[in-house]
């Protein structure tokens, strides 16, 4: 079987081999090439690491050819607040022969990849996929190759089998990666997969050999959810002490079994009993939170989808989308596909291990009248000179590059009309402030109908609520309402962005989006003294949605992004 991408032209039988890199050069004149150019990207951009080098998934970045986009381009592009942000400029890729990258895929196609991190040191690249953990050098070469699966397993049985026999029929069933993390404090890789109820290892980084596989114990399982995009990680490592372990996941079902958050010890030592231990577990107070089983009688498919996390200053972060609860505690037992969902940004104090210091607020941005509420992607970055300096920012503060798609239904297939857009992490927790001081003055409600299950008053209490402040017994958990809203800096209607990552070169701010067709495209910060730019062009550069390809292109200068 041959297989071909646009731009990738890929030779050589593909099934039966093992994990492999080549160098392709874009070609794309057969039918099946043409056929293949329609397919779609849609896994998530990774870290970039370097301001010369793009490394994602599936799609590798070409230079700029020079040649200008037409005035009939169907992207549009807009400032984030034409007076403050001035021009964003959406650079439109274009056809282009002659390019040659490096690829790798695994060894067989349905074992697509799930999770890339790169290290920051080192440059070697980490891929979490289907029944493998993969270890690559710089130039895509494989290292090491570490084996997750596939096992005997039932999603039924709990504990896992591994723990205890199990009376329900095994089958012979894939580990799906669904979350890989550096532990840099520590040097090590934690590799979560569905497998057995979701349990996770500690690999070395050199080697990926096994450091630790705890098991034995109801917190070492995560959830046993095989879709990715459903759980993230958030590390945060502690100056000579033993580091915490922040996670949200769906449960599918299982709110028994799994929190939908919590943080979770990491131990300097491997072997220490109290590895993946939850930080707090009493009968009165605990680090994590569970899904009430009457919010399940209620919304039928309710669950938490966990999209991204960082950590930024003295907080740890959480963009969600989760179903809406029916007003007036009225069940709803239709599809999915009925539901309302609303995107929300958690909040969470780093060293809180009660959890008072939740709060969640629903995001996301609008543009002429239309609302985007439905996240798709997201990724923390900075924002450089220009596009601080229009933010009314520092440069070395964060933003948060989003991706979301129109409207609040039809999470499950979103609609192709996207917007990108940019929050201030400063905006972000001056909401959050207000938010908490209203209610510590006795305005409204809590507003987390899904976790109390009716409406509880915010309790009136003279407390001073400054930056830094991580909640009390009282007024916690904390929901809201009122929208954060970020600056739209495009839109697009044919082609849904599904991906971004972001870089600072020489003060600008610059932004990659993958699209569901298997586009990469380029936008910038600028200002009205450069919109003749806007001609510019990169050349197209498209992806597979198979996940089967990891490809990277080097960029032989920067300046060619500008």
Known sequence: ???????????????????????????????????????????????????????????????????????????????????????????????????????????????????????????????????????????????????????????????????????????????????????YSQNRLLACGS???????????????????????????????????????????????????????????????????????????????????????????????KIPSDTLALVSHFDIYYVYGFASGNFVYFLTVQPEIPENSMSSSGSSNDLFYTSRIVRLCKDDRKFHSYVSLPIGCVKNGVEYRLLQAAYLGKPGRILAASLGISAQDDVLFTVFSKGQKQFHRPPDDSALCVFTIREINARIKERLQSCYQGEGNLELNWLLGKDVHCTKAPVPIDDSFCGLDINQPLGGSQLVTGHTLFTETRDRMTSVVSYVYNGYCVAFVGTKSGRLKKGRDGNHSNTKQEGETNQDVRGDKSSEFHSKKRISTCRTFM
């Open 1 to 183: 079987m041959r297989h071909f991408l646009c731009g990738w032209s890929l030779s050589g039988a593909e099934a039966g081999r093992s994990g492999r890199r080549e160098t392709c050069e874009n070609s794309c004149e057969s039918s099946a090439c043409k056929l293949e150019k329609k397919k779609a990207l849609t896994s998530t951009l990774p870290h970039i690491r370097s301001p010369c080098l793009l490394s994602s998934f599936l799609a590798g970045l070409s230079n700029m050819d020079g040649q200008r986009a037409t005035a009939s381009s169907p992207y549009r592009t807009f400032g984030a607040t034409a007076a403050l942000l001035g021009l964003w400029l959406l650079v439109v890729p274009t056809e282009s022969s002659g390019q040659t990258f490096t690829s790798f895929h695994p060894e067989r196609r349905d074992w697509v990849f799930n999770h890339l991190t790169v290290h920051q040191s080192t440059g070697s690249l980490y891929i979490g996929a289907v029944n493998r953990v993969y270890k690559l050098s710089g130039n895509l070469t494989l290292l090491v190759s570490h084996d997750t699966g596939p096992e005997d397993d039932n999603k039924a049985c709990y504990p896992p089998l591994i723990v205890q026999p199990c009376s329900e029929p095994l089958v012979s069933t894939s580990n799906v990666n669904k979350l890989l993390l550096i532990d």
């Open 195 to 289: 497998l057995y109820q979701g349990v996770c290892k500690l690999l070395r980084l050199d080697d990926l050999f096994i450091l630790v596989e705890p098991s034995h114990k109801k917190e070492h399982y995560l959830s046993s959810v095989n879709q990715t995009g459903t759980m993230y990680g958030v590390i945060v490592p502690s100056q000579g002490q033993d580091g915490t372990l922040f996670i949200g996941t769906a449960v599918d079902g299982k709110q028994d079994y799994f929190p939908t958050i919590s943080s979770r010890k990491l131990p300097r030592d491997p072997e220490s009993s109290a590895m993946l231990d939850y930080e707090m577990h009493t009968d009165f107070v605990s680090s994590l939170i």
